[in-house]
């Protein structure tokens, strides 16, 4: 992939509308949550005694911000479905699988800034409203970094899986439906399933195993943070193969 | 040279059949009509041509390589299928930028193709709202950002003004004029016969006529003898080629103006009207044509 590739893709994505405003949205989906949850259990009763925890509590808005993210990164290539201007593209990039590796590089640097910025600006609005309450902490315990760190990186994961899916789909609506089953839907509907088996499904479904890396405590059945990023980066990584497969193989 | 060289092309959706055999060669310093009724073929082999579409079978080469193995195409081969697959919502300018970044083209050079089409002023507007022909504009000249030598351009006039058609046909003109290659498809003869020097005609996904436009002429319809005569059913026998009664008139083919003249005026019979009908390219592309267009209407 040549940096041409990546200045265009760049322009690309900086010259529609629609990125900044899922950017914006995803941004304030975060600093909502990571201010209202708070607020909610500051003021309940004895707050420090709730068994929740700071960090995870500023950084609720993960489960929407990661469709909102998804969608962006559904449309970075769906849109170019949805109006043709693929074949544009594809005439100045023969090299189909080049232009999509193109797109998620662009893609990956802008959302990690991007939401990585958000979930410091959650934490840190989320432990001004939960000032006093003793549940309040700082980056310097244990554990906080990463997990702020963590969900800048599920986030912009949950961006790309949503553009290999678009890559896949080609179709918006489809994409975006598709990202919603795998990030939202099945992971909750698998705790349903019974035995050891659906413990397994559970465990290293989608976002149950990516949303790890974004919270403090691991819960018990659950991957370890890293391996947890590790086993959804490996579902994005599989989707992505047989996308560009598909994209090389199809008539634009 | 050759610019494009198509060999036995062919490509099926399924049990359809798009493109069938198709072996052509499309040639610099010229504009190359690509003719056929809808349905045909032609944005299929162009999509071929372009490396857009797989072909079935058979192969298709510009200046010898695949559209895929061109390293930067944009500087060698510039194309406008559809004028309308354009992102609505980006300003023409940073459309044509991402096009020309991701073939090292300068910044520069979008605002000059900008200027050569005439869209500077709008350059700053979002697509969405450009009507046909200025959408169209921004096709050609994204075509041109690399200052290619090849041109491709699918319906170029389709829908467009005449003030529109005028220009783009003045365009094309002008490029081949340069030496470039012009390959242009259209279903309207009478668009290619005032823009194209080459025509190749295809019907039914197959190839019906390559030759140049004059010479495509006497592919088909050959021309007649009009006649008209009030003891038409004297002089007809008398005639040597073959007559056809056509109203108040007949239509003689095989022999010339002149030679009907000497005939009637030996017979002593009154001619009334006496005319040679030059074929028309219409006529010949419809004849060419009869039997491979997709959906015929059926005379009332």
Known sequence: ?252 | MTAITATNLTKRYGATVAVQDLTFEVLPGRVTGFLGPNGAGKSTTMRMILGLDRPTSGSVKIDGRSYAELRRPLNKIGALLDAKAVHGGRTAHNHLLALAQSNGISAKRVTEVLDIVGLTEVAGRRIGGFSLGMGQRLGIAAAMLGDPEILIFDEPVNGLDPEGILWVRTFMRKLAAEGRTVFVSSHLMSEMAQTADHLIVIGKGQLIADAEVGEFIGLSSQGYVRVGSPQLSQLAPLLGGEAVLHGDHLRVTGVTAAEVGETAARAGLVLHELTFVQPTLEAAYMELTKGSVEYEAVAA
């Open chain 1, 1 to 252: 992939m040549s940096t041409l590739v990546l200045r265009s893709e760049w322009t690309k994505l900086r010259s529609v509308r629609s990125t900044m405003w899922t950017l914006i949205a995803t941004a304030v989906t975060m600093l909502a949550f990571g201010i209202l949850l708070p607020l909610a259990v500051a003021n309940s009763s004895n707050p420090a005694e709730s068994g929740l925890n700071g960090t995870d509590l500023s950084l609720t808005g993960l489960g929407l911000a990661a469709l909102t993210i998804a969608a962006l990164g559904v449309l970075t290539i769906s849109g170019e479905y949805r109006t043709g201007s693929i074949r544009t593209s594809f005439l100045a990039v023969p090299g189909r699988v080049n232009m999509l590796a193109g797109k998620a590089v662009v893609f990956t640097v802008v959302s990690l800034v991007v939401t990585t910025a958000a979930a410091f600006l959650s934490f840190f609005a989320g432990q001004l409203v939960l000032d006093g309450t003793g549940l309040e902490t700082t980056l310097g315990a244990p554990g906080v970094v990463r997990t702020v760190v963590g969900a800048g990186l599920y986030l912009t994961a949950s961006g790309l899986l949503g553009l290999v899916l678009g890559a896949l789909i080609r179709h918006t609506p489809g994409a975006i439906v598709s990202a919603i089953a795998l990030i939202l839907v099945l992971p909750q509907i698998s705790a349903l399933l019974p035995g050891q088996w659906g413990e397994t499904v559970r465990t290293y479904l989608t976002s149950n195993a990516g949303q790890q890396i974004a919270l403090l405590e691991t819960r018990p059945g659950m991957l370890e943070p890293w391996a947890g990023l590790g086993v959804y980066l490996l579902w994005i990584a599989v989707i992505g193969i047989v996308a560009a497969v598909l994209l090389h193989r199809r008539d634009a």
